[in-house]
């Protein structure tokens, strides 16, 4: 069974720095592209990034480009975000997935996990 | 940035009912949208990848359809589980975009 587990999220003032984690098992990790959708309370789903098999390409939206770092070791079966300078407006549930279909145009992406909620604020 | 636009915002029906909900795309998407369901305090779960394909474990209730920027899912016949909120999403350019929801409430 696919199991995926956020964690690492909490309170952090303005400009802080926080790392998500997700740890996964069920299946080959090595072998499946991953992504972060975000979920700002009340709020509707945004995409955030997204990473290759290997970790040698990723993929940021506008609003957190230069200040997100999405990587992976797939010795571990982890993902990581590395969250920097962050704003009030990064305050979400943060979930990741894993690629579940591909087509011509690339990955489809399903998430499993509870979320790691991330507040942002003095 | 591909602009999804979904309708209604909020549909009230009620079990055995027919929904139809509506995602428009700012310009063509070919055939790369998903939909997903999510439930008050879960993650979203795709039901539909690829404007017509359903997941894997989705009931045959659940249907997607369209192409180019109009596309529908369509759920047959109402279960007391499908009162949910449905995202559509594009892959087809990046940034990856949602639409902004459609609630679907038990009327």
């Known amino acids: 069974e696919v199991q995926v587990l956020e964690s690492g999220g909490g309170v952090v003032q303005p400009g802080g720095s926080l790392r998500l984690s997700c740890v996964t098992s069920g299946f080959t990790f090595s072998s499946y592209p991953m992504s972060w959708v975000r979920q700002a309370p009340g709020k509707g789903l945004e995409w955030v990034s997204t990473i290759s098999k290997s970790g040698g390409s990723t993929h940021y939206a506008d609003s957190v480009k230069g200040r997100f770092t999405f990587s992976r070791d797939n010795s571990k079966n982890t993902l990581y975000l590395q969250m920097n300078s962050l704003r009030a407006e990064d305050t979400a549930v943060y979930y990741c997935g894993k690629r579940e279909y591909n087509d011509s145009s690339g990955s489809y992406y399903d998430y499993r996990g509870q979320g790691t909620l991330v507040t942002v604020s003095s | 940035d591909i602009v999804l636009t979904q309708s209604p915002a909020t549909v009230s029906l009620s079990p055995g009912e027919r929904a139809t909900l509506s995602c428009r795309a700012s310009q063509s998407v070919s055939s790369y949208l998903a939909w997903y369901q999510q439930k008050p305090g879960q993650a979203p779960r795709l039901l539909i990848y690829?404007?017509?394909n359903r997941a894997a474990g989705i009931p045959a209730r659940f249907s997607g359809s369209g192409s180019g920027t109009d596309f529908t899912l369509t759920i047959s016949s109402l279960e007391p589980e499908d009162f949910a909120l449905y995202y559509c999403?594009?892959?087809?350019?990046?940034?990856?975009?949602f639409g902004g929801g459609t609630k679907v409430e038990i009327k």
């Open positions: 690829g404007a017509s």
């Open positions: 999403q594009q892959r087809s350019n990046w940034p990856l975009t």
